[in-house]
């Protein structure tokens, strides 16, 4: 069964804290998103990566940082984390072919106190 | 740019039911469209998709076409069950799906009742 792996479901930080989400795919895939889900605006997409070491800045970048060392992991970095980065994140993964479908993680809900 | 409006929530029927998801779109090219489901504690799912004007995408009793003249991309359902409570995000993407990912909508979230 293919998946895409989120390596926390539930993560409590402080504000200043510098946060590691980690997202691993296991279809050799080589687009990989990064997501954030918040009640009333849905998902709205942060960054992108199509290969090992690319990256794209998606519709909100700011105060997000992301690294690709390999094809199958895809880490979403908080610099210093705030209250308003609370959210569910979510991982997604496609091949490079057009109209292919995207595969999501289970998602991480974050809390930054 | 790209932009996807779909109706809000929660969207409350009884088992059985028929159902209609709204959704409308705004886009500068040829989208392909999704509706993607996400159940309770999991990651959202393709539920299905069109990929050019008049297709009719189709999976688990649910149907949606793509009607250029009028920017949907309905979702319809026949007979709800219970199991479908869920909540439903229309989506497109301008690249086909491809490396920059979807602009989705907000979300439905749909309760069915026994």
């Known amino acids: 069964d293919v998946k895409v792996t989120q390596s926390s479901r539930y993560l409590v930080k402080r504000t200043g804290e510098k946060v590691f989400l980690e997202c691993v795919q296991d279809?050799?895939?080589?687009?990989m998103f990064w997501y954030r889900q918040d009640p009333g605006l849905g998902l709205r997409l942060i960054y992108f990566?199509?290969?090992?070491?690319?990256?794209e800045k998606g519709d909100i970048p700011e105060g997000y940082s992301v690294s690709r060392e390999k094809k199958e992991r895809f880490s979403l970095i908080l610099e210093s984390a705030s209250t308003n980065q609370t959210s569910m994140y979510l991982c997604a993964s496609s091949r490079q072919a057009t109209n292919e479908k995207l595969f999501f993680g289970s998602g991480t809900q974050l809390s930054v106190l | 740019g790209d932009s996807v409006t779909q109706m809000e929530g929660p969207v409350t029927l009884s088992e059985e039911a028929f159902l209609t998801i709204n959704c409308t779109y705004t886009?500068?090219?040829?989208?392909?469209l999704f509706w993607y489901v996400q159940y309770p504690g999991e990651g959202l799912q393709l539920l299905l998709k069109a990929t050019k004007a008049d297709d009719k995408g189709s999976n688990k009793g649910f149907e949606a076409t793509y009607r250029k003249e009028t920017t949907s991309f309905h979702l319809e359902k026949g007979s709800v069950q219970v199991s479908d409570s869920a909540v439903y995000f229309c989506?497109?993407?301008?690249?086909?799906?491809?490396?920059?990912?979807?602009?989705f909508g907000k979300g439905t979230h749909l309760i069915i009742q026994p």
């Open positions: 989506a497109l993407s301008d690249s086909g799906g491809g490396a920059d990912g979807l602009t």
């Open positions: 990566s199509y290969d090992v070491k690319m990256k």
């Open positions: 279809m050799d895939h080589e687009n």
């Open positions: 886009a500068t090219g040829y989208p392909s």
